[in-house]
């Protein structure tokens, strides 16, 4: 499966942001899907997740509240909309495709996946 991330860019402390990750190749509804952050110099990070079916999702504490992974299997399309972000959530985005030896789970490690996209930067100013 090949992953394209977009809908990153500039915003101000407190703004908003809508992320898509869109799929194509393989049967996208068969993947959970993760996105993950990575700021410069530092290591790439579990934001959130979503089972195959969408029936779970899952989010690091510093977004909890904040941040809604969604997705719809008849756009082969996932996204993350980020509501009140912090000059702290500047990094690039990158979402993840997995396909879960438990289907009712996502992996929050990084190495778990095979399939990444490109990634889109996100810049948040104080």
């Known amino acids: 499966v090949q992953l394209v991330e977009s809908g990153g860019g500039l915003v101000q402390a407190g703004g908003s942001l809508r992320l898509s990750c869109a799929a194509s190749?393989?049967?996208?509804?068969?993947?959970?899907i993760a996105w993950f952050r990575q700021a410069p110099g530092k290591e790439r990070d579990f934001v959130a997740g979503?089972?195959?079916?969408?029936?779970?999702?899952y989010y690091a504490d510093s977004v909890k509240g904040r941040f809604t992974v969604s997705r719809d299997n008849a756009k082969n399309t996932a996204y993350l909309q980020m509501n009140n972000l912090h000059p702290g959530g500047t990094a690039v985005y990158y979402c993840a495709a997995d396909l879960p030896v438990i289907p009712t789970e996502v992996c929050h490690t990084p190495s778990e996946y095979d399939y990444w996209g490109r990634g889109t930067p996100v810049t948040v100013s104080s």
């Open positions: 979503i089972t195959w079916d969408g029936g779970s999702t």
């Open positions: 190749g393989r049967a996208f509804s068969s993947y959970s």
